[in-house]
């Protein structure tokens, strides 16, 4: 059984031309919860296929970049322990970020495909050539974004982005043969 990209043509259009995907963090990579511990550690879940999902976009020359109004260790870690290149922690103001990272890979915005939940995440998916938000994102979001995710925010949203994306690109199964290879499990994630 081969799987059948979800998406519209017109989106399986724009998907193809994505040469960087940009996620949020809290709501997108996460669930939104921001759970302390007694001495105030701020602790952060995070799903382990969206692992594999920002690896596998990165094995197909596809650049991912992180970036989040906020900062902690347990994103830094995650952000490290994927090789994501261009992180980005404590950015109220996305936009610049997102300028400085096309300028570096040089691209446009319209290769650019940002998942975001909240309206912090507007000003940047308006710009954007792929807009997508998490099932449980923000009304608002969800109503500027070119596709809404089936999972929510921390339930697999980076994993379904890559699926989409790659799979606008070549055929899904080719991208996961990689994935079936021992090296790409010796990589961090």
Known sequence: MSWTNPLPEALQQRAAMIKLVVFDVDGVLTNGTLTYSGDGELVKHFNVKDGVGIKLLEKFAIATAIISAKSSDALARRAR???????????????PCLEEVMSQLGITPGQVCYVGDDVIDLKVMTRVGLPMAPADAFWMVQQRAAHVTQAAGGCGVAREVADLILGSQMPLEDAYIKAML????????
């Open 81 to 95: 322990d994927l090789g994501v290149r261009h992180f980005y922690p404590g950015s109220k103001d996305k936009w």
């Open 182 to 189: 021992p090296e790409f499990e010796e990589q961090k994630g």
